[in-house]
């Protein structure tokens, strides 16, 4: 799979959608997907929450980047990148 690029639209893939956190954990939300659900916490969540079909990568990794301003601008790129693309390949995130 490759990578996103600065103009790709990442989404849920068909058949994903956020469920309730049973625990009432407003920090936790839960992924559900074809073959199971992921509970997602703090960056993973924040990524994920981001991936709405409208927002491009380059998009997003500017939001983020502002965000997490003490964090290596690369170092940021290259890690939602990667999260991204094991997304794809578990077919939860399309772009």
Do not use: H
């Given at each position: ?17 956020w ?5 009432g954990?407003?920090?936790?939300r ?22 709405d ?6 998009d ?18 290259s ?5 991204l693309?094991?997304l ?5 995130v399309?772009y």
């Amino acid at each position: 799979m490759a990578p996103p690029q600065d103009s790709s639209q990442p989404r849920l893939a068909t058949g994903c959608r956020w469920g309730a956190d049973k625990g009432g954990n407003s920090d936790e939300r839960m992924l559900l997907f074809p073959e199971g659900a992921i509970k997602l916490q703090s960056t993973g969540r924040q990524v994920l929450e981001r991936c709405d079909g409208r927002r491009t990568f380059g998009d997003m990794i500017a939001e983020l980047q502002q965000q997490f301003e003490r964090t290596d601008p690369a170092k940021i790129r290259s890690d939602i990148s990667m999260f991204l693309e094991q997304l794809q390949k578990k077919r939860i995130v399309d772009y």
